[in-house]
């Protein structure tokens, strides 16, 4: 019951009537509760940044090769029960995982996408794909952090967050500069 008919009802019960005085300084709560909860910081992608490594010695060949771990490494613990990662964990791979690509190889999102990814997303329906690459996981993310970066939250999102929009600015002006494809050797 609500509204009219619940005033009605507890009437009926004894209870007394709630004064109306409070019903405007509910509202007003609720209010102010519902614009302080979206007046949090909420960025689109709703990622949480973390420090990453230095991949700038990653070129070529050892580039694309580090890349499809990456991609590898993302897609096991995303979709393998036991190989899950934290939020922050996830960064780490996935932005080190830009790195490379569009940072080191000069890659668009569609050849990367192509490449790299459908690669990864077709080797899940494989039977033995997580055990194979599950194992490999937390090596890489040591290796990540190895290399500088790390599996905490930098403190100052907000500060990341615009790091990361130039960053990517620089990346969508440059995509697609580099090598299509994967680097052929001998």
């Given at each position: 019951?609500?509204?009219?008919?619940?005033?009605?009802?507890?009437?009926?019960?004894?209870?007394?009537?709630?004064?109306?005085?409070?019903?405007?300084?509910?509202?007003?709560?609720?209010?102010?509760?519902?614009?302080?909860?979206?007046?949090?910081?909420?960025?689109?992608?709703?990622?949480?940044?973390?420090?990453?490594?230095?991949?700038?010695?990653?070129?070529?060949?050892?580039?694309?090769?580090?890349?499809?771990?990456?991609?590898?490494?993302?897609?096991?613990?995303?979709?393998?029960?036991?190989?899950?990662?934290?939020?922050?964990?996830?960064?780490?791979?996935?932005?080190?995982?830009?790195?490379?690509?569009?940072?080191?190889?000069?890659?668009?999102?569609?050849?990367?996408?192509?490449?790299?990814?459908?690669?990864?997303?077709?080797?899940?329906?494989?039977?033995?794909?997580?055990?194979?690459?599950?194992?490999?996981?937390?090596?890489?993310?040591?290796?990540?952090?190895?290399?500088?970066?790390?599996?905490?939250?930098?403190?100052?999102?907000?500060?990341?967050?615009?790091?990361?929009?130039?960053?990517?600015?620089?990346?969508?002006?440059?995509?697609?500069?580099?090598?299509v494809g994967k680097t052929k050797t001998k």
């Amino acid at each position: 019951m609500s509204g009219t008919a619940g005033i009605l009802a507890g009437r009926r019960l004894g209870m007394p009537e709630p004064p109306q005085e409070d019903l405007p300084m509910k509202r007003l709560f609720a209010t102010t509760a519902l614009c302080l909860a979206l007046a949090t910081p909420a960025y689109a992608d709703g990622k949480i940044y973390v420090q990453l490594p230095d991949l700038t010695s990653y070129r070529g060949a050892e580039a694309e090769t580090f890349l499809t771990e990456l991609v590898m490494a993302n897609i096991v613990s995303s979709n393998c029960a036991g190989y899950e990662v934290t939020d922050e964990e996830w960064s780490l791979l996935t932005d080190s995982a830009d790195l490379i690509a569009y940072g080191q190889l000069g890659l668009t999102v569609d050849d990367t996408d192509t490449v790299y990814y459908g690669p990864a997303f077709a080797a899940l329906d494989q039977p033995d794909t997580c055990a194979e690459y599950g194992p490999k996981v937390e090596p890489m993310l040591q290796q990540l952090v190895d290399l500088g970066g790390a599996r905490t939250a930098l403190p100052d999102q907000d500060a990341a967050y615009a790091a990361h929009q130039v960053l990517q600015a620089e990346w969508d002006a440059r995509a697609g500069q580099g090598p299509v494809g994967k680097t052929k050797t001998k």
